[in-house]
């Protein structure tokens, strides 16, 4: 075995170069870097999570009306690590078997890898569920998310989808969540810097039970009058979910909280105020998750206040 000594020069007159024998002539070193990736998983089929827990995810589109508040929408996204990566989303439809590739505007929005400038590297597709209705019909959906990265296709499917036509009776004991996100998730590496992210899900559940704080400044003048500075009102309420599964807590705990803006719907036909729709809210508490011991689902108990509090009066200008 050669010695160690004869391949390993080891400087011994400090950094300077000055006369020294050159070694690199036979005896060549070159450095190298290596780009690490993190390769995604397929993960469980949420599909399957739904039939084993009972649940029915249900969206819906109205043919005869483009308000808002009747269509809804879902969007999804990718965030590549490499140039050369790709991906690709798909609208599966499990009645048919049918694929319909979303790389235009025919079912939604598509955004390009560059569509965003403060984000070259981010892709992604909002699914208008009016314009699947419009082209395919009521039905069974999810969408497939295939990446390809370093060689490899990986498919991801996201939960499924039952598309209905809109009726206040279908929609009834359902809130909708509609979230613009901007920023960036440092866990999952994700920067929706600038790009005004929308993405919206609806649950079965309730939001309301409006709780009014308020607050009076006085001062008392020297005949020990109470006379009134100003008055302001802060209002608090409670977003309950019933039971959902795991893939649709994680989502509200971990992209739907993070959001810059949440704007709640509420579709409950016995709430005591029908104001909830684009209703501008942050949230104030956690208070407290709900979790059953003979079933996999969770309830959620929230608490959200105005997202402004500008409901006051002042007696000076």
Not at 2 to 25: A, R, W
Not at 95 to 124: A, I
Not at 160 to 173: C, E, G, I, P, V
Request: hydrophobic share 30%; aromatic share 14%; charged share 25%.
């Amino acid at each position: 075995m050669e010695n160690l000594q004869s391949i390993v020069h080891t400087q011994k007159n400090g950094f300077p170069c000055e006369n020294q024998f050159d070694f690199c002539s036979d005896r060549e070193r070159t450095i190298s870097f290596a780009l690490g990736v993190d390769i995604p998983t397929a993960g469980e089929d949420p599909g399957i999570v739904f039939k084993e827990c009972c649940y029915k995810h249900n969206v819906f589109g109205d043919l005869n009306s483009s308000d808002n508040q009747k269509n809804d929408y879902s969007s999804f996204y990718h965030q590549r690590q490499l140039p050369t990566e790709t991906v690709d989303f798909v609208l599966y439809h499990f009645e048919t078997g049918d694929e319909y590739d979303l790389n235009d505007n025919v079912f939604g929005d598509f955004y390009d890898f560059g569509d965003f400038d403060s984000n070259e590297n981010l892709s992604g597709f909002l699914v208008k569920w009016k314009k699947v209705l419009f082209e395919i019909g009521e039905g069974n959906f999810k969408i497939i998310k295939r990446i390809n990265i370093v060689g490899l296709t990986i498919e991801q499917n996201s939960i499924t989808f039952t598309l209905n036509q809109y009726s206040t009776m279908k929609a009834d004991k359902t809130v909708r969540i509609d979230v613009v996100m901007n920023g960036k998730l440092i866990k999952s590496n994700v920067d929706f810097t600038d790009t005004n992210w929308k993405h919206s899900l609806r649950v079965p559940g309730f939001f309301g039970i409006r709780e009014p704080q308020f607050e009076e400044d006085t001062i008392v003048n020297r005949h020990y009058e109470k006379r009134q500075i100003s008055m302001s009102q802060s209002n608090e309420y409670k977003f309950q979910t019933n039971l959902i599964p795991d893939c649709l807590t994680t989502e509200i705990f971990d992209f739907i909280l993070f959001s810059n803006d949440i704007f709640m719907n509420d579709y409950n036909l016995n709430n005591h105020s029908y104001n909830f729709r684009k209703f501008g809210v942050k949230l104030a508490s956690n208070d407290g998750s709900v979790y059953g011991n003979k079933t996999r689902k969770v309830q959620l108990n929230l608490t959200f206040n105005d997202k402004f509090e500008n409901n006051w009066k002042r007696n000076f200008n």
